[in-house]
């Protein structure tokens, strides 16, 4: 029994086999660091702008035989997601982002694109480049992934996301309007926030009707502002267990009708301050179906309880 609605499975209902990642950097930058909004970026963020392990893309035919960190079996062939990764990837312009897009999606591998981006980011030439392309590519699925990391706005100043929760709330509007479906980025162990404000946030995600969520554990890489907040004891970092905890909560209060994209992340060896146990993930996964079998939870199961109010 699948006690939630992995992106494996959503694959299989959808397109009747699995889509393999090809994560992509289009050489974007962002508010947070070209001085729009601050030159240090969120402060969670690396030098690789969440890009870390993406492809140095420009519009060209991807080889994908020579591109590491993918898979390269006959299965994955001809059904890769190009993923614009790395950094803001609709901050540029109109005529810049269709080539972008087109280019990726005009190649016989690619089954669709999926695009990393921030809601204060979508504007209305972004808009209609992504409508333009999906009549172009019927076939074709356009996807946007949005980094929202919490509903509450005290932890996104401090986090310095930049924008207000209802500059979100809108984007996400917008794209639906076009059909284009949003998944939605979420940070467990953010400083100052428990279970409640977490299941708020998942609360506040259910009630926009968003497609899918990734959730990710805050990690603490070298380099960031949050390295050094960290090192100056100004916060801890969740423990194994309660991580667990706050991923089946986080499963028994979500819509079942969203896909979980992720339930843990990588973050690089060689910048990984904190928390170390993270880099075995089959670990979490395997204790965190345990706890859902044990717990009977199944996705959805607490949505009578939700706790956030408009």
């Known amino acids: 029994m699948e006690r939630y609605y992995s992106f494996p499975r959503f694959c299989?209902?959808?397109?009747?086999?699995?889509l393999f990642k090809v994560p992509l950097d289009a050489g974007f930058t962002c508010?947070?660091?070209d001085g729009t909004n601050g030159k240090r970026g969120c402060i969670?963020?690396?030098?690789?702008?969440?890009?870390?392990?993406?492809?140095?893309?420009?519009?060209?035919e991807l080889e994908f035989d020579t591109i590491p960190y993918i898979n390269h079996s006959l299965e994955a062939r001809g059904n890769y997601i190009g993923y614009f990764q790395a950094?803001?990837?609709t901050y540029g312009t109109k005529e810049h982002l269709y080539f972008l897009y087109d280019s990726c999606l005009k190649q016989e591998e690619i089954r669709g694109i999926s695009i990393g981006t921030r809601a204060d980011c979508v504007g209305d030439d972004v808009i209609a480049v992504l409508k333009e392309l999906k009549e172009k590519y019927p076939k074709k699925f356009i996807w946007v992934e949005l980094?929202?990391?919490?509903?509450?706005?005290?932890?996104a100043r401090w986090m310095r996301r930049g924008y207000p929760?209802?500059?979100?709330?809108?984007?996400?509007?917008?794209?639906?309007?076009?059909?284009?479906?949003?998944?939605?980025?979420v940070i467990l162990g953010l400083y100052g926030e428990g279970k409640k404000e977490v299941v708020e946030t998942i609360s506040y995600l259910n009630k926009l009707g968003v497609?899918?969520?990734?959730?990710?554990?805050?990690?603490?890489?070298?380099?960031?502002?949050?390295?050094?907040?960290?090192?100056?004891?100004?916060?801890?970092?969740l423990s194994y267990d309660e991580y667990i905890d706050l991923l089946v909560e986080c499963?028994?209060?979500?819509?079942?009708?969203?896909?979980?994209?992720?339930?843990?992340?990588?973050?690089?060896?060689?910048?990984?301050v904190a928390p170390t146990w993270s880099l075995n993930k089959r670990k979490v996964m395997n204790e965190l179906n345990h706890r859902l079998k044990e717990l009977n939870i199944v996705q959805g199961c607490k949505m009578d309880g939700e706790i956030w109010n408009d």
């Open 12 to 18: 299989k209902d959808t397109f009747q086999h699995k």
């Open 31 to 33: 508010p947070n660091r």
């Open 44 to 60: 969670f963020c690396s030098e690789g702008g969440s890009g870390d392990f993406a492809y140095p893309y420009h519009g060209q």
């Open 87 to 89: 950094y803001t990837n």
């Open 147 to 155: 980094g929202l990391q919490t509903k509450h706005e005290k932890t």
């Open 165 to 185: 929760l209802e500059v979100f709330t809108d984007t996400v509007e917008r794209l639906k309007a076009i059909g284009v479906p949003v998944i939605v980025h």
């Open 211 to 237: 497609s899918g969520v990734k959730l990710q554990l805050l990690h603490v890489l070298e380099n960031t502002d949050l390295a050094t907040f960290y090192r100056n004891a100004k916060m801890d970092v």
């Open 251 to 272: 499963i028994a209060h979500l819509d079942p009708s969203i896909v979980i994209h992720r339930l843990t992340g990588d973050g690089p060896k060689e910048l990984l």
